[in-house]
């Protein structure tokens, strides 16, 4: 098996990362600038890949060098503050930016250029914070307006790749203990990461544009 992980030198991303090669797949991981324990993994590594500029997705893209997938993770995202009261456009525009459009255009790129094919699975790592169904106390407009605009862009992308044989799905990893959440959290990132690897192994074609819990409930949008 060969795995893609966007955005893995910490947290969710570094710990998929983390299990995959330990269970000897063969891993390519990206990262902005600092690689943290990325390097001690002994996988190959993508530097440069901020997915929300042109040139970071260029980076990936030449990084990966005509190889193709048969998973992608886009784990790559941020968390900032935005309650009624405190909203800027820089802080929406941000998140938008970074956790929506640039798993897009990350994802449009891999697509062009056959870094999947048929047989491929792409999870993109939303939030259940991005359901509109399921939430019940308001509040992280940026956040959860980013990630719903992720889910959106997840959906369309599972329509379009479905007839070339491509599974696309939204990953809510639970509540984690990370740097997003200052170590706050209900579960361990390796609790996590075991969670969505079982769900992206078995994923088949037909469960692709669904949204799915790491602890393998399924979401409402
Ligand atoms: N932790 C939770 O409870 C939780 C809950 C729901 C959803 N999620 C989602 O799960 C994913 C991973 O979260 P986490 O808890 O592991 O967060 P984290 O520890 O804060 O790590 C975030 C990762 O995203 C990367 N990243 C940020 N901006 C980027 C950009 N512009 N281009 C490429 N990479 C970028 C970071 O790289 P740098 O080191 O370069 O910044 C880092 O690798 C995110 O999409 C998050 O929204 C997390």
Redesign the pocket.
Known sequence: MTTLV?????????EIAKQLSDRGDEVVA?????P?ELNELGVDTIEG????TDE?VRNLIEGIDGQTFDTVYV?????KGSGLGHLDFDTIRDLFD??AV?PLKTTEALVKAKAVTEGSKIGL?????GSIADNTSGGSYA?RMS?AALNCAGKSLAMDLQDDGVAVVLL??????????NNN?LID?DASAEGLIRRMDSLTLEETGTFWHTNGEELPW
């Open positions: 966007i955005g893995a030198n910490r947290g969710i991303g570094l990206t990262y902005r600038s600092n943290g890949v901020d997915v929300r970071g784990v790559a995202g941020v968390l970074i956790n640039g790592l939303t939030s259940r914070m956040y990630k809510h990893p639970g509540w984690v203990r990370t740097d997003m959440t959290g990132v």
